[in-house]
């Protein structure tokens, strides 16, 4: 006898609001059947558990492999901003073999040498190492010339382009949003409309040549609004968004705390509750933890001078189980953020429970309390700005591949 049964739970099914009840069998690594369960030896008890597809995490900073199982995440799209940069074949080569053998790494390729903004990379030899997608980085690239090139290039190879949106030239130095908070904490700030000049450029841009483009990270009305524009007018867009940006505003700052330094800034709460109504409306297509763990050495400085990013991964899940208890959203149309849609715009066999899927699955009891602690994190790092916040929500179980790993 082979394979394993997962009995006793509530699975969240494609297509379906609320998980139901149902038995999921596994064979070779794939889901062999849903709803009945074979009889075979290893069996795993799923009783009082949601049974979900594992989180597919687009556009990770590090390979943080205990964040990662904490939070239940299966898959890590990883950004090409590493050292050295994923620019060539052998880096790509090798981001892909990181997470091994509990975790899948899906390495995204520098979109320019360096991340120079200014050198179009190999991208067709990163692919055949294993790229499944290009990113620009932390940064927009700012020649038009180059990104319309990147962007032919990928759409002629069917890669996805995933790009930052803040518009360089107008951000400037700026390290929060204008505003009340940005003008009496006297902190340089800049305009939401960075965001909106760099989507309006890359939508035209996407237009034109015809490419995937998934906007990483959306944070305003007015972005949201181009991309629903886009998306109605049948451009093969897509854009995400983290927990941070939907839970916090730009107060969280109000005491310099570096932790709610994020890349882009966190914004005011009109532009916050624009972004949970993009949620509802379907406008977003993924949430994602940018995480980006950071250490005192880029934290414990002056806001001014401090590193953007927070580590996300093990907040990620329970924070975002938060729109279902808001009734914001399903817990089916949740997963479809976390894991679906994310494993389509990467193109793989994953994110679903569904016959002949990959078996990456994650068991949940999703009413768990627990604490935000940034100082006792499985994370590299402990740079939360969610530090001390109550949640709910834990993963009990995970499997990779139809192996049970331990979460």
């Known amino acids: 006898m082979t394979g394993i049964n997962i009995l006793n739970g509530h699975a969240v099914l494609p297509g379906i609001a609320k998980a139901e009840a149902a038995h999921i069998h596994i064979e070779n690594g794939v889901i062999a059947s849903v709803g009945k369960a074979a009889p075979i030896a290893e069996q795993l008890d799923a009783s009082g558990l949601i ?64 991340l120079d903004g200014l050198h179009m990379a190999e991208i067709a030899l990163m692919k055949e190492a ?35 949106s803040e518009d360089a030239g107008l951000a400037g130095k700026a390290v929060a949003t204008n505003g009340e908070t940005a003008t009496l904490l006297g902190l340089s700030s800049a305009s939401p409309a960075t965001e909106a000049l760099a989507i309006a450029r890359d939508l035209i841009l996407a237009e034109e040549s015809g490419a995937h483009v998934h906007f990483r990270q959306v944070t305003t009305a007015r972005g949201l609004d181009m991309i629903r524009d886009g998306k109605a007018r049948g451009l093969r867009i897509s854009c995400g968004i983290t927990p941070g940006h939907l839970f916090l505003s730009d107060n969280a700052i109000f005491d310099f705390r570096t932790f709610a330094r994020l890349s882009p800034p966190l914004r005011d709460e009109d532009n916050r509750l624009s972004c949970i109504a993009a949620v509802a409306d379907g406008t977003i297509d993924v949430i994602s933890s940018g995480h980006d763990p950071r250490g005192p050495e880029d934290k414990r400085l002056p806001f001014s001078e401090a590193a953007p990013g927070m580590a996300g991964a093990e907040t990620l899940l329970a924070l975002s189980l938060n729109l279902v208890r808001e009734g914001t959203i399903s817990t089916g149309r949740l997963f479809e953020l976390l894991a679906t849609n994310p494993a389509q715009i990467l193109g793989l066999n ?48 995970m499997l990779k591949g139809g192996k049970v790993i331990p979460a």
Request: aromatic share 6%.
């Open 51 to 114: 049974v979900a597809p594992g989180i597919i995490d687009l556009g990770v900073f590090k390979t943080d492999k205990p964040a990662f199982r904490f939070g239940g995440i299966t898959r890590a799209a990883l950004m090409p901003d590493q050292s050295p940069v994923h620019d060539d074949p052998a880096t790509v080569r090798y981001a892909a073999l990181k997470g091994k053998p509990d975790l899948w790494v899906h390495p995204l390729a520098a979109a320019t040498q360096g």
């Open 130 to 164: 294993g790229a499944v997608g290009v990113a620009t980085g932390r940064n927009w690239i700012a020649d038009s010339g180059i990104m319309l090139r990147i962007m032919r290039y990928c759409a002629a190879l069917d890669l996805p382009v995933f790009v930052h």
């Open 350 to 397: 994953a994110g679903k429970i569904a016959e002949g899927c990959e078996a990456d699955l994650i068991l949940i009891d999703p009413d768990a309390p627990w604490q935000v602690d940034g100082d006792k994190m499985a994370a590299l790092a402990g740079n939360t700005p969610f530090d001390r916040l109550p949640v709910q929500g834990r993963v009990r179980h």
